[in-house]
């Protein structure tokens, strides 16, 4: 707007009288953060509606001991979660979130004065959809001539009878009093006070809040109203970093090769339910991050959490209920033989502990382990994990470390069509005891994910790891099971990874999704291993199984149950592997689709007789998929196939969502 600078500068030149007939300058009033990343409203969007939004203002201000409240302008913000803020019905499409006006949140009924001269231009009952309440706009002008206008928005009805259009209005006048629920768009009672530079055609109908794409533009049509105000510059504190600095900081203080996702990273300043939401409200799908297993802060989740870390935290050297309560409820789910609890922080701590339990036990170091497995960051998990030791950066296969062939009936050796696949994968497993048997070696055991989740979401043929669990035990080794990705309910059809295959591991391990974003890891295992790891060495781990971590391990086991989420995985899992299978007909570029439950893999490839990777083509789906405002990730020792984890709550909405987006984008591609 060219004229808008010019009107800014004018504004600046000039006094006015007192919006709300007192000053703005002292302690009297106070600066709220309405933002996306609020903590004054947290996620639950129930907190920003208009009883609890008003208790949490009330609270707000008696705390800083103010009866002022301001809304920041330019502030990016989710309150605004009624359909007129969509555009168009994708309630993934970008939302009006950048706030135009300023508020000052008062008691409904106090008085609201003209703070310049002008004249009536419009007086309108925006009632619903639209949601101002009733509203007055001014006409001004410079002394140049340049026309402008302010907005006063979420009245009491008393304007609309005080007012004729045309009106000349003095500063000082009486105007209006702030509105009370629900005749304001039940709002806390606040008037919004904007600077409109151009009505653009438009008058009531203005709009309040922009688009953040579009946010230079509709900052220029309003620009900041605290030049009218005269709020001091030093009480509105930045809580949120602009997004360049925050990159900024994070490339010159943490380690280069700590990755961030997508060539233009996300920042993500709120989790609600299936949903993230970036620094500008935008909402993501989210269908890659699997730790929030029942869907980003729970509340259930979030108040045991709250409640015992106002209580007590502390370590398990002193008796605690929440620890035995949580290993009594975890090995409700387990076999019996699986009986003896250790809880850490998280599943690299678990599986290093793991590795402790099996060498006390057989006294034995050599480990099988699976092709491009990934068990964990630490020394002796990179030293397990062929993803690592073989990948860029890698020292190798350590002596004691044997890699057995993934057994991926899709792309390995053994394919879909031979009966006897998963006994033929099993056998590269005897394979190598045999070699070391041959060497004169022992076994100490073998570790596995269930289902390889980094491998490419493989799903192992039926008889492979009943087949290698009697190999491994025959040969004196212990069985271990990473149940990191695939347990806790998640295939839907079983509670565990292991259950597919009709075998009882000797030890599990367990974390990320547990504690549903609270650092906690699990060892779970027989009472023969405990007792020869309980060898005189005290077991001791500072932060692991406190009385905090464990009550967020019991939400979450509540919240599965109670929700029933164990069947929607397998309902809404069943419903995306069949539409996508379908899929398949029409988009060449699919070679497979795989999984059990909310454990998804589609295998991209650019000849389905080849089975030449189709990598860059997987990279663009998720990119494109980004765009489209849905979260998902790549895998495999390939990078071509597409992983989909979502959280336990996934809906069919959000699956018929994602598959519109998914078979949109698929048409884009061309091998
Ligand atoms: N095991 C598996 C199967 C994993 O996927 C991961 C992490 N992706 C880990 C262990 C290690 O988990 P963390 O980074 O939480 O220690």
Request: glycine content about 10%; overall charge negative; proline content about 7%.
């Amino acid at each position: 707007v060219p004229h808008s600078q010019r009107v800014v500068e004018w504004l600046a030149q000039q006094t006015f009288a007192p919006l709300v007939g007192e000053s703005l300058v002292g302690d009297t009033c106070y600066v709220l953060d309405l933002s996306v990343s609020s903590r004054m409203l947290g996620a639950n969007p129930e907190n920003s509606t208009c009883g609890p939004m008003t208790r949490l203002i009330e609270d707000a201000l008696w705390a800083a001991g103010s009866h002022i409240g301001i809304g920041r302008y330019d502030e990016p913000r989710l309150i605004y979660a009624n359909d007129l803020f969509a555009t168009g019905g994708d309630p993934l499409a970008e939302r009006r979130t950048i706030h135009l006006g300023l508020d000052v949140w008062m008691p409904a009924g106090t008085p609201i004065y003209a703070p310049l001269d002008g004249v009536v231009h419009c007086l309108a009952n925006n009632a619903a959809p639209l949601d101002y309440g009733p509203l007055v706009i001014l006409r001004h002008q410079t002394a140049a001539g340049e026309p402008f206008y302010t907005l006063y928005g979420h009245l009491a009805e008393d304007v609309l009878s005080r007012w004729q259009i045309g009106q000349a209005v003095q500063a000082g006048d009486l105007l209006a009093h702030m509105g009370p629920p629900p005749i304001n768009g039940d709002w806390p009672p606040h008037v919004h006070f904007q600077i409109i530079t151009d009505l653009l055609e438009r008058d009531a109908d203005f709009p309040g809040v922009g688009l953040a794409s579009q946010r230079p533009v509709w900052l220029s049509l309003s620009p900041d109203p605290n030049v009218v105000l005269g709020v001091p510059a030093d009480r509105f504190p930045t809580l949120e970093l602009p997004y360049e600095e925050t990159l900024r900081q994070r490339r010159s203080r943490l380690g280069g090769n700590l990755s961030l996702t997508y060539s233009h990273p996300l920042k993500i300043v709120r989790g609600w339910r299936q949903y993230l939401y970036d620094d500008t409200g935008r909402a993501y799908l989210d269908m890659y991050n699997n730790v929030p297993h029942v869907g980003h802060t729970h509340p259930r989740i979030v108040k045991a959490v709250q409640e015992q870390v106002g209580l007590l935290t502390t370590n398990t050297r002193y008796l605690h209920d929440n620890i035995n309560r949580y290993a009594e409820r975890l090995c409700a789910h387990l076999p019996e033989a699986l009986e003896v609890c250790y809880f850490v922080n998280s599943a690299s701590e678990a599986n290093e502990l793991a590795l402790r339990l099996v060498r006390a036990y057989t006294r034995q170091t050599n480990l099988i382990v699976m092709d491009t497995a990934y068990h964990g960051h630490t020394t002796a998990l990179i030293d397990i994990s062929p993803y690592k030791f073989n990948g860029p950066g890698g020292e190798g296969r350590k002596d004691w470390v044997h890699v057995a062939p993934v057994p991926d009936d899709y792309r390995g050796p053994y394919k879909r069509d031979d009966p006897e696949r998963g006994r033929k994968y099993a056998a590269h497993v005897a394979e190598i005891i045999a070699d070391l048997q041959a060497q004169g070696q022992g076994l100490c055991g073998f570790i596995a994910e269930s289902l390889p989740s980094v491998g490419g979401q493989i799903v192992p043929p039926p008889h492979y790891l009943e087949t290698v669990y009697t190999h491994v035990r025959a040969a004196g080794g212990v069985c271990i099971a990473d149940e990191v990705q695939v347990g806790f309910g998640r295939l839907g059809r079983c509670f565990w990874g292991f259950e597919l295959q009709e075998v009882v591991p000797d030890i599990i391990v367990l974390g990320k999704p547990i504690g549903n974003g609270q650092p906690l890891g699990a060892v779970i295992t027989t009472r023969a291993i405990a007792e020869a790891f309980d060898n005189g060495m005290e077991f001791f781990s500072t932060f692991g199984g406190n009385p905090v971590s464990c009550a967020a391990g019991l939400a979450l086991l509540d919240v599965l149950e109670e929700e029933q989420l164990q069947a929607n995985a397998l309902t809404i899992g069943t419903f995306l592997l069949d539409s996508m299978t379908a899929l398949m007909e029409r988009h060449p570029v699919i070679g497979d689709v795989r999984g059990v439950g909310l454990f998804l893999g589609v295998e991209l490839v650019k000849d389905r007789e080849t089975l030449e990777p189709a990598a860059e083509q997987a990279s663009y789906l998720i990119n494109r998929l980004r765009d489209h405002g849905i979260l998902a990730g790549t895998d495999g020792p390939h990078h071509n196939v597409i992983k989909l984890r979502p959280s336990m709550i996934f809906s069919q909405a959000d699956a018929e969502l994602f598959l519109r987006a998914f078979d949109s984008i698929l048409g884009e591609i061309t091998l």
